[in-house]
Structures are given as C-alpha cells and as structure tokens.
C-alpha cells in the first residue's frame, strides 16, 4: 500500500539551530500539505502545495519556516533559526486532489524536540 | 476566523459500549467532514468523511451525522473494543477552497476491556 513517507521520524536540537524535514507525498499526488501538530492539540496547516506552487502559507512563520516543492514531487521543510516554541509534530500529507474532492493521506511524522 | 470545536477531550467506555463524539464548526460554508484516528506514534488515518449534501453515513461499527443547520457534526462508534482506543479527530473544510483542513482539538478514547 502507498504510503507518505517522512524523515527524520525523529529531531533534536537546540534553539537558533537550522533543523529540516523531507518528505515524500504518495506517487501521483498533486496536492501536499505540512501540518503541525503540538502535543494535545489537533494539526494545524502550516503550507498547501499544488503542484510546485504555494497555494497557502498563512500561517507559515516565514522570518524562521521556508518550505519548498521544486519538482512538485518531495518537499522539504526548514525552520531556521529554530525556538523552544516549535517542538512539535510535523505532519506531511497528500491527496490525488484538493481535499474538497479526495482522501487526505498522513505520514507518520517528524516528532521535533527543540532544548 | 474558522474554528472547530471538539467534545469531550476524553471519553472512557467499557467494551462494548458506544461512544459519541461531537463537533461544531464555524463557517458556514465549510462542506467537507472528515474523522480522522490517531494511534500513539503515528500519523491521522481517514475512518470516515461527509459531505454536505448527505445528513448521515455509516461503515459498519461506525456512523457519522451532520447537522448543516446547527453546524454541528458528530461521530457515533458502537459495539466499541479495545483496538478503538486511540485520539479521533474531526476537521472541516475551509471557505477558501483550497481544500485546507481546520482540526478540532482530539478526543482521546479509552476502551476498558
């Protein structure tokens, strides 16, 4: 079965160290997603790609966070510097679609630890 | 801005036992609703999803009903074993159909076996 893969599963770093994550959405799937998921709390969008392009960063921190989808294919994500703030769970999902339409599939995660 | 609310945080239940979870939204045109299942250690996995047009769906022990009216949504499992145990998520649509998600906070369920 297809899956989204995610690497590291696991980081820890120390704060105003660059830290990055990579992932690989589902083979074919146009749209990807980087969510955030802080300990007892549900995900939170933090940048939609269709494609190679940005379809929403709103609520991306773009003086630390930069995401990017050069081929449209894997995406990699970078917090740099990062705080004690962002330790949490980075979730990369993909769908066929815009979710309006279709599945939203999860990876496993980048649980981030931030000292 | 939009927001989704989740009741209870936590819900304990016997085995067997059903178990309810609620959820309202606040945009009205939000029309997608998905549940989502989150094992420790892992990512959300898709259980069950609605859309706006249809007011219930159900797959086997589980159901969800969709109130547009109230905004409410909720998920209804039954006949619950210990394997359910785990943090549910619900999630709708946003209005800039872009096809973005809003999560509810989780609701951890324990199944007593």
Request: hydrophobic content about 35%.
């Amino acid at each position: 079965e297809a899956e989204v893969a995610q690497s590291p599963r696991y980081k820890i770093t120390e704060k105003s160290q660059a830290v990055a994550f990579w992932c690989d959405p589902i083979s074919g799937h146009a749209t990807l997603y980087w969510y955030r998921q802080i300990l007892g709390q549900g995900p939170e969008l933090l940048v939609q790609f269709q494609d190679e392009s940005v379809v929403d960063d709103s609520q991306l921190p773009k003086d630390r966070f930069s995401a990017e989808r050069l081929k449209g294919v894997d995406s990699t994500l970078k917090i740099q510097p990062a705080e004690l703030g962002d330790s949490a769970m980075y979730l990369c999902a993909s769908s066929l679609a815009p979710v309006n339409t279709g599945e939203l599939f999860f990876g496993e995660g980048s649980r981030l630890t931030v000292l | 801005g939009e927001n989704v609310e989740q009741h209870p945080s936590t819900l304990s239940v016997q085995e067997g036992d059903s178990a309810v979870i609620k959820c309202t939204y606040s945009d009205s045109a939000s029309n997608y609703f998905p549940w989502y299942k989150q094992e420790l250690g892992k990512g959300p996995q898709l259980i069950i999803d609605i859309r706006s047009n249809v007011g219930e769906k159900k797959d086997q022990r589980i159901a969800v009903t969709l109130n547009k009216t109230a905004k409410h949504f909720s998920l209804h499992i039954t006949e619950t074993q210990p394997e359910d145990s785990a943090v549910y998520f619900c999630a709708a649509s946003g209005s800039s159909n872009t096809g973005k998600l809003i999560f509810g906070q989780g609701t951890t369920l324990q199944v007593k076996p």
